[in-house]
T-cell receptor, first 111, second 114 residues
Framework: AQSVTQLDSQVPVFEEAPVELRCNYSSSVSVYLFWYVQYPNQGLQLLLKYLSGSTLVKGINGFEAEFNKSQTSFHLRKPSVHISDTAEYFCARAAGNKLTFGGGTRVLVKP | DAGVIQSPRHEVTEMGQEVTLRCKPISGHDYLFWYRQTMMRGLELLIYFNNNVPIDDSGMPEDRFSAKMPNASFSTLKIQPSEPRDSAVYFC????????????FGPGTRLTVT
């Protein structure tokens, strides 16, 4: 079965420091990958997606992710985080008509 | 566009009662998904519809759960009878058919069964 693994369940980080959230997927011929963010008491919101083309994908709020086929990874990065980035982040891949989600990574930004 | 609309936002009910959650997808979207989110199990897909037809309900926990989509702009998820272990946040999401698989999520319904 196609799967998505988020290696870190929680990531504490200081304000203005960089952050990287790791995501690995089980390999497949075609891969469509997504990062979603869930702020407290809200639904999921798309940060960015990779469907094809450039392996470096830029999203909203200064986030970017790099698709690495050889390492089957799609790590999310932000060079300088804000308090408002405190949220849970989900990596997902398309599987047929559905999305398969990773377990989520909670990011806590400390002042 | 108003986005995916879910109601109610919060529901507190007693064990054994019937619960109905509602969802209005984004206009023009022909896929609709119901998810459940808990601390223990994370985000689980319960069922999804395409053009109002249920396609995959393999994630529905048991017969107490049922979902319908009578038309393109409305879907319900019903739990009868409800149990405390059904307490969770239930999300509805929709997407447009085609090669872009992006799903748009509603704000969720927080269900508490006492």
């Amino acid at each position: 079965a196609q799967s998505v693994t988020q290696l870190d369940s929680q990531v504490p980080v200081f304000e203005e420091a960089p952050v990287e959230l790791r995501c690995n997927y089980s390999s497949s011929v075609s891969v469509y990958l997504f990062w979603y963010v869930q702020y407290p008491n809200q639904g999921l919101q798309l940060l960015l997606k990779y469907l094809s083309g450039s392996t470096l994908v830029k999203g909203i709020n200064g986030f970017e992710a790099e698709f690495n086929k050889s390492q089957t990874s799609f790590h999310l990065r932000k060079p300088s985080v804000h308090i408002s980035d405190t949220a849970e982040y989900f990596c997902a891949r398309a599987a047929g008509n559905k999305l398969t989600f990773g377990g989520g990574t909670r990011v806590l930004v400390k002042p | 566009d108003a986005g995916v609309i879910q109601s109610p936002r919060h529901e507190v009910t007693e064990m054994g009662q019937e619960v109905t959650l509602r969802c209005k997808p984004i206009s023009g979207h022909d896929y609709l998904f119901w998810y459940r989110q808990t601390m223990m199990r994370g985000l689980e897909l319960l069922i999804y519809f395409n053009n109002n037809v249920p396609i995959d309900d393999s994630g529905m926990p048991e017969d107490r759960f049922s979902a319908k989509m009578p038309n393109a702009s409305f879907s319900t998820l019903k739990i009868q009878p409800s149990e405390p272990r059904d307490s969770a946040v239930y999300f509805c999401a929709s997407r447009k058919g085609g090669s872009d698989y992006e799903q748009y999520f509603g704000p969720g319904t927080r269900l508490t069964v006492t």
